[in-house]
């Protein structure tokens, strides 16, 4: 099939999300200029930069960790496991700014190294950010959409023991959690290897 954006797809659900991934989940935790600490997760999340190490999320209008990334210049991307789904899920919950989502899912806050920023004591890893720039952004038009984009580039990095194996991180043994189309998730417990092909090609 092929559709117009613009015209709608005609199916019972949207397929955009589900054709777009899997897609790491990033649990982004925050501490606001009051001292608030929030915990959700994006799954329109990324690393986009090695080199330093950037990541970003976008957040559908400015919710509580867009906002006091924005606030306080700092975020940690704490990375979701299989045996974190179900906290991971209830952060999602529309809570109100002034309840932690700590609280909420009963995971422990630890304090990060490099940013104010707390981040989950439970997470395989957890990834200490600093805000580069948080912006609204805007379609073929120029017209503001309802997404604003949180850049940060990675200052500390937290792993997990038992989720390194012969110097390398290993994602089978961290189960990682990736966001699929439609309430469809998976974890990483299998992985398989490609070596780069080199040039020229030979059989």
Same mark, same amino acid.
């Given at each position: 099939?092929?559709?117009?954006?613009?015209?709608?797809?005609?199916?019972?659900?949207?397929?955009?999300?589900?054709?777009?991934?899997?897609?790491?989940?990033?649990?982004?935790?925050?501490?606001?200029?009051?001292?608030?600490?929030?915990?959700?997760?994006?799954?329109?999340?990324?690393?986009? !930069? /090695?080199? =330093?190490?950037?990541?970003?999320? $976008?957040?559908?209008?400015?919710?509580?960790?867009? &906002? @006091?990334?924005? *606030?306080?210049?700092?975020?940690?991307?704490?990375?979701?496991?299989?045996?974190?789904?179900?906290?991971?899920?209830? !952060? /999602?919950? =529309?809570?109100?700014?002034?309840? $932690?989502?700590?609280?909420?899912?009963?995971?422990? &806050? @630890?304090?990060? *190294?490099?940013?104010?920023?707390?981040?989950?004591?439970?997470?395989?890893?957890?990834?200490?950010?600093?805000?580069?720039?948080?912006?609204?952004?805007?379609?073929?038009?120029?017209?503001?959409?309802?997404?604003?984009?949180?850049?940060?580039?990675?200052?500390?990095?937290?792993?997990?023991?038992?989720?390194?194996?012969?110097?390398?991180?290993?994602?089978?043994?961290?189960?990682?959690?990736?966001?699929?189309?439609?309430?469809?998730?998976?974890?990483?417990?299998?992985?398989?290897?490609?070596?780069?092909?080199?040039?020229?090609?030979?059989?």
């Amino acid at each position: 099939m092929f559709y117009r954006v613009e015209d709608g797809h005609g199916l019972p659900h949207d397929p955009f999300k589900a054709l777009v991934s899997p897609r790491p989940i990033g649990w982004i935790s925050t501490r606001d200029a009051v001292g608030r600490d929030n915990l959700a997760p994006y799954s329109f999340f990324m690393a986009i !930069s /090695s080199e =330093p190490p950037i990541v970003v999320f $976008s957040s559908v209008g400015i919710k509580d960790a867009a &906002r @006091a990334a924005g *606030e306080s210049g700092a975020f940690v991307v704490n990375i979701a496991s299989r045996d974190l789904a179900e906290a991971v899920n209830l !952060s /999602s919950a =529309p809570a109100p700014s002034d309840v $932690s989502e700590f609280d909420l899912t009963g995971l422990t &806050r @630890a304090d990060s *190294e490099m940013v104010a920023a707390p981040r989950v004591a439970e997470a395989v890893a957890s990834l200490e950010c600093k805000v580069i720039e948080v912006r609204h952004v805007t379609d073929l038009d120029g017209k503001a959409t309802h997404n604003h984009l949180v850049t940060g580039q990675v200052v500390g990095v937290h792993i997990a023991e038992r989720a390194l194996r012969e110097g390398r991180f290993d994602v089978t043994a961290a189960r990682l959690l990736a966001r699929l189309g439609y309430m469809d998730y998976l974890s990483t417990d299998e992985v398989f290897t490609m070596d780069r092909p080199q040039w020229p090609i030979t059989d």
